[in-house]
């Protein structure tokens, strides 16, 4: 049944895919690799790949200097304090994220919170444009992707006997180094996953790229929308789509590779 499954709807439908992709017109009549030439040979193009990558690794970056913090606090605490951490984790994965973007909206608005705090405290004479900028969609996205960090973080984090950091502080590293030498490598795996699910899911948030940036920074997801939905060029919409899938695996190859490199110089 799983095989069925994964055929029916992953298999075909990225097969389906990749044929439209192979077309040079948009009456699919002509088959050939034009649209991914036509893709690579524009600076346009390429910078839109590159912009969408660096969100999802600028997203990957915050969610890893924020959930650490937060994974070693859910850890560290008292099993009577866990309950409560461990729902305020979950509970923006209760909340829809179209919820939650609408909520960065209305909080780096012009009119929003933040611009009215720093007109309140005097810093400003007129609104700060926040809204509609890079920094607000990396924000708007470590704050929405931030549990996917945190959950295998705190799992990986748990499974690491206590005795090695009291030995560690017995032989007279210090807390610090402790932490650097001992924590940080057997939390690998987890800081893995979490990655890669921060990554994956930043590079393809419509909602959150589209509605935060306002239509005024274009990466991949809207760019397929566009020249799917308002251009009906569906061949060229399937090609960005394939180029940012090849894009995505890649990405991921090379975590899992430095993953595993990571792993035989802790064994070793």
């Not at 913090?69 to 979950?90: N, Q």
Request: with cysteine.
């Amino acid at each position: 049944e799983t095989g069925v499954f994964f055929l029916a709807f992953v298999a075909v439908p990225l097969a389906l895919l990749a044929a439209i992709s192979l077309h040079n017109d948009a009456a699919m009549t002509q088959a050939g690799l034009h649209q991914y030439a036509r893709f690579f040979s524009d600076s346009y193009n390429r910078g839109i790949l590159w912009s969408t990558l660096g969100l999802g690794v600028w997203t990957t970056a915050s969610c890893i200097v924020l959930g650490y913090p937060v994974a070693w606090l859910y850890v560290s605490s008292t099993a009577r304090w866990r309950r409560p951490l461990l729902l305020c984790i979950l509970l923006p994965l209760l909340t829809s994220s179209v919820v939650r973007t609408f909520a960065w909206v209305v909080i780096l608005g012009n009119e929003g919170l933040v611009n009215q705090v720093l007109a309140a405290l005097g810093l400003i004479g007129s609104p700060v444009k926040l809204l509609y900028t890079p920094a607000a969609v990396v924000l708007s996205l470590a704050q929405i992707e931030l549990p996917l960090m945190v959950l295998p973080l705190a799992t990986a984090l748990s499974a690491i006997d206590p005795r090695l950091s009291e030995a560690s502080h017995a032989l007279g590293a210090s807390p610090w180094r402790t932490w650097w030498r001992v924590t940080l490598p057997l939390s690998v795996p987890g800081l893995l996953s979490g990655t890669l699910l921060v990554f994956t899911g930043a590079v393809s948030a419509f909602v959150v790229q589209t509605l935060v940036g306002g239509g005024q920074l274009m990466y991949m997801p809207f760019y397929i929308y566009q020249q799917a939905i308002q251009s009906q060029d569906y061949p060229f919409a399937a090609a960005i789509a394939m180029i940012l899938l090849v894009s995505i695996l890649v990405m991921v190859t090379l975590l899992n590779y430095g993953g595993r490199k990571t792993k035989g110089f802790i064994h070793g």
